[in-house]
């Protein structure tokens, strides 16, 4: 949510994604839709893929009791799953109800990543919010927490994305901030430098949850693309859409602005799957990373 130059921020290793998934990187969803999955990378911040075997029906699939988006055919299911920024490295463990079957537990490993650190100075009044601004922050962190919750049957009908605005793209994800000597939390998305008024467009199809304006986040777009995949937009000068809207991939939904705590117009995108903020550049499709 803050501008931070390329220069302090850690490149995500997107290029040695390790992959947890079958071989086949195309897997055919219950609409025999092929979906490019997206790029896996076993490490908080990142997804995996967890083969789940043959069932008649699709499977039920849970992370800590949170619903997992599971795609595939009655040959082959597949638990695409979102880790936690705060994850710790180590074994990862998902819940699994087959058709006829005892409940499973399948676990996947978690490596550990180095994000970077950045330590700023900043006036004081940034950090030590006034009681006005605690209680606005408290009601909307409440709200928050809600609308991430958001798991509707629909499976997406893309995992690659496109760069919701045109420009170029930080590699903050995942920088542990440290603001006049306390830690914040790491930042949890993509920020993409863009002029104010820049449209900014839907990355992939999917309905809209939820729109406002936030102390943090300033005017702000949420997507839900399907079983618990979820798009948020932050920092908007403009919002054209309402909740219940019907987005198309490429459709403007805002533009570019400055609202919110920031130092500078930019795009900040994130990406929830399972309730886990994850790097939006594992969901980028081939083609878009290719002309950062
Ligand atoms: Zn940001």
Redesign the pocket.
């Known amino acids: 949510?803050?501008?931070v130059s390329m220069a302090a921020a850690a490149a995500p290793a997107t290029a040695s994604a390790v992959s947890a998934a079958p071989s086949a990187p195309q897997l055919a969803t219950s609409t025999t839709t092929a979906l490019e999955l997206p790029r896996r990378h076993g490490v908080p911040g990142g997804v995996v893929a967890i083969a789940l075997g043959a069932s008649p029906t699709r499977p039920e699939a849970r992370a800590h009791g949170v619903p997992l988006l599971v795609l595939g055919d009655p040959q082959g299911w597949t638990a695409l799953v979102g880790i936690a920024l705060s994850a710790k490295p180590g074994t990862g463990a998902i819940e699994v109800q087959r058709a006829g079957k005892p409940a499973a537990r399948l676990t996947y490993k978690i490596r550990s990543q180095q994000y970077a650190e950045q330590r700023l100075t900043v006036a004081p009044r940034t950090v030590d919010l006034s009681q006005e601004d605690l209680a606005r922050y408290e009601r909307e962190r409440t709200h928050l927490a809600q609308v991430i919750t958001t798991f509707t049957d629909r499976l997406p009908t893309a995992l690659r994305m496109q760069q919701p605005t045109p420009g170029p793209r930080?590699s903050?994800f995942g920088l542990r901030r440290v603001f006049n000597g306390q830690a914040r939390n790491p930042?949890s998305?993509?920020?993409i430098a863009a002029a104010t008024g820049t449209p900014v467009i839907a990355p992939a199809a999917g309905r809209v949850i939820d729109t406002g304006d936030y102390f943090f986040n300033g005017r702000t777009v949420w997507i839900d693309h399907g079983a618990g995949l979820l798009t948020m937009l932050?920092h908007l000068s403009a919002i054209d859409v309402k909740p219940g809207d019907e987005v198309a991939t490429g459709q403007r939904v805002g533009a570019v602005g400055a609202t919110g705590r920031v130092t500078g117009a930019?795009l900040?995108w994130s990406i929830s799957l399972n309730r886990a903020m994850v790097d939006p550049a594992l969901f980028l499709r081939d083609d878009e990373t290719a002309n950062k």
Request: with cysteine; glycine share 8%.
């Open positions: 949510m803050v501008v930080s903050s930042h998305g993509m920020d932050c930019h900040h």
